[in-house]
């Protein structure tokens, strides 16, 4: 993914709602950051659950134990936060 978009940020949202469990998430959160995603956030509101604390909760409990050299940052959107 990263070799596709080349300098462009990535951002990845994912539908945690639609995930079911958060190992589900946790996957989904290592997928994503180990494809190159620049910030990874939670749901858009579209779906029938949306972003929960727990679901951002788990994103960033699991994000902080992830980290490459080559990796810039990597963020989190929680609800109510202002890195949407």
């Not at 494809?35 to 858009?44: L, N, R, V, Y």
């Amino acid at each position: 993914m990263r070799d596709a978009c080349g300098n462009a940020h990535i951002k990845v949202i994912l539908a945690t709602g639609e995930c079911g469990t958060m190992q589900k998430v946790m996957q989904a959160s290592l997928v994503c950051m180990m494809a190159g995603a620049d910030f990874i956030k939670t749901s858009t509101g579209k779906e029938g659950v949306n972003a929960t604390f727990e679901t951002g909760f788990t994103m960033v409990s699991f994000q902080s134990s992830f980290a490459l050299p080559s990796m810039s940052s990597v963020l989190n959107s929680c609800p109510g936060s202002c890195n949407s």
